[in-house]
């Protein structure tokens, strides 16, 4: 019984960290309708600025500010000096440019920054909380990490829902031509999805590396269960990122914990869960509407 | 190819005749011939070795220092002359552990750089992706750097490939019966990475304390969520855990068990244990929570080569002096130790193929003198044309603070069945330098 409820604790958490990078995929695709293979390294990227800073002297929290700040500007330029030239043609192109972003950020990371492993702090605690007298799998910092990113979630839900910028922004994502016909500046929209796309990435990626180790692969493995969290949401629902990062996280955790040979299986496991998922619901499990294109 | 040979003297005798006519000079006293460029990679005065690391990713903390000492070693034997006035040269490139890039970096040196002999390709699944290339183009595959059987049980299978650190197998022996003797009613849980590491070591461990075990848990290199196998060993109730595990993953153990509120007696395989290292890695959780080494203080681990905690060591006291000449930034570690004792018995490998060495004869050098060279490593190796195994002997250390301490003098064995002895030889001592001494075993 202990031993189940170790799994599944980690498995929530592990899930929690898959659902904070399918967060910000999503708010992209929203806010875009691009697949941004660069999050990952765009994130990796930011952390690494976070841990120069915390190793000059500064403060966990200062450091997340700057990461934070700087994950905005990075998306922002990004955005516009890269993907802007590309967007007017098919939509693979960018898509394409993503990746090779991906590659690009990656490689500079090293450059800059090293490409030893370091470990990353964590404001709060790593040892396990103590429930009647037992110990269970669930740190401080993994409850900082579930709630940042319930927060942010509830943040971007209100932010389509309830704003008319953020009805802008899904006007801009789904038809640019009629949205601008509407008023809305589109390119200042796109810009500014990039941007928060960016911040949140960046929290994802501080709230992972978080209490454990970095170089500049470090979200390698994440941007793949990422992708298969979000999808599994629907890729236009924040709450489908949440649950679908949940689902992964807890199978992941069962299938490595009750399988024989489990940790081996774990990555092959992903892509069965996923193919399972859109053979049974094609869009995602909260997929709004079906077959919804630009 | 007569061409390329030719070529290659004549711009080496033009280079040596600016500015190297001492060491010209003695080489045609000393040897009692010429240098000549006997075989690929060997000219009149450089011999050019390769190897390949991962200096960037999962596996790079720690191994990425090995390629240092080599260097910091070869710089400072070149200053002293070299191997019979040859100058060594050692180049080597960044695999990240990923076998796709170990086997092109591998092909850049053998092919396009034309290194003579390969020497110390660090890791079981990087190296295993181009031992059969270096053997079919004959390419001495010197000292890999894994305890991976595969480098030297069967020599007629790879001829050209000799293993050198104690191999997995039989420190699961000694480390199995050292549990049966010492901790006889333990729970023994096992870590194991999920390759022939984990397997080779699992395989030792059984022939001891096979009643003793009550859970073996696998990790796969990569995915670093750890918590359901430490968790499963928990469950079992083991109070005793082995790892055979890559540093990195000493450190999510730890981590993963300081979150499951876990505390059993560890014992980490040599590969996995420094505790600098680790200690480094865990160091900056959380304030005051993980401090400096003190999660590993107490764990077990064993030992074939002295570490540098041990300063009044004559090994390390030349290691040290050797960083302080000829090494690069930082400190002297572990894994630079392990580099230039590396180096160290190549320099003895090529001194024992004579003045002109071919890549035959150097296969036919170790495996003729090289059971009888002493040097940093504690025991032994067992080089013969039966057997390319290393060294053969572990001791038994208890990790304090960023040293060890012995807790049991080396013993030696070999794979299989064959018994665990006491080791009695006396230490060697270091020659004048660190720079070995062996007659050419070879016409």
Known sequence: ?294 | MTTIAAATVLSTVAACGGSDDSGGGSAGGGGGGENEASDIGVTENSIRLGAHYPLTGVAAPGYSEIPTGVQAYFECLNQAGGIYDREVEFIFRDDAYNPTQTAQVTNELVLQDEIFAMMGGLGTPTHSAVVDFLNDEGVPDLFVASGSLTWGDEPETYPYTFGWQTDYMSEGKIIGEYIAENFPDAQVGLFLQDDDFGEDGEAGIRQYIDDQIVAAERYTPGNTNVGPQIAALQAAGADFVVGFNVPSYTALSQLTALQLGYDPQWFYSNVGSDPTLVGGLLNRFSEGQVSDASLLDGALTTGYLPTVDQTDNPWIQEFQRIWDECGGEGELTNYRVYGMAQAYTTAQALQAAGQNPTRDGLVEAIETAGSEWEGPVFAPFRYSEDSHMGTSGMSIERIVGNGSEEVQPVRVTDIGDAPIEEFDREPATPPANAIPDEESVVD
């Open chain 1, 1 to 294: 019984m202990d031993y189940f409820v170790n799994v599944t604790l980690t498995g929530l958490t592990q899930g929690m960290i898959y659902s904070a990078f399918a967060l910000a995929l999503v708010l992209i695709w929203r806010s875009t309708r691009i697949v941004n293979f660069a999050q990952g390294s765009m994130a990796a990227a930011t952390t690494f600025i976070a841990l120069a800073l915390i190793q000059a002297g500064q403060s966990y929290w200062v450091a997340l500010i700057v990461a934070l700040a700087s994950g905005f500007v990075l998306g922002a330029i990004v955005e516009r000096v890269i993907i802007r030239p590309v967007e007017g043609g098919p939509e693979l192109n960018a898509v394409i440019v993503t990746l090779g972003l991906f590659v690009a950020i990656q490689a500079s990371i090293a450059i800059i920054f090293g490409s030893s492993f370091q470990s990353f702090p964590t404001p709060f605690g790593v040892r396990g909380l103590e429930v009647g007298g037992s110990t269970i799998p669930l740190t401080p910092t993994s409850l900082y990490v579930i709630g940042s990113v319930l927060v942010v979630m509830a943040l971007l839900v209100a932010l389509f829902r309830f704003t008319r910028i953020g009805l802008a922004m899904r006007a801009s994502a789904f038809s640019q031509e009629v949205a601008r016909l509407l008023g809305v500046k589109v390119g200042g929209m796109l810009t500014l999805g990039w941007g928060l796309a960016a911040v949140v990435g960046s929290l994802s990626g501080l709230l992972i590396a978080g209490g454990t180790f970095v170089w500049p692969a470090y979200m390698d493995a994440l941007i793949v269960f990422g992708f298969v969290a979000a999808i599994i949401g629907g890729l236009d629902s924040p709450v489908g990122a949440i649950v679908g990062g949940l689902i992964l996280g807890l199978a992941l955790s069962y299938v490595s914990g009750y399988a024989p040979r489990g940790s081996a299986l774990v990555n092959i496991s992903a892509l069965v869960i996923l193919i399972v998922v859109l053979l049974v619901r094609p869009g995602g499990l909260f997929s709004s509407t079906t077959a919804r294109r630009a």
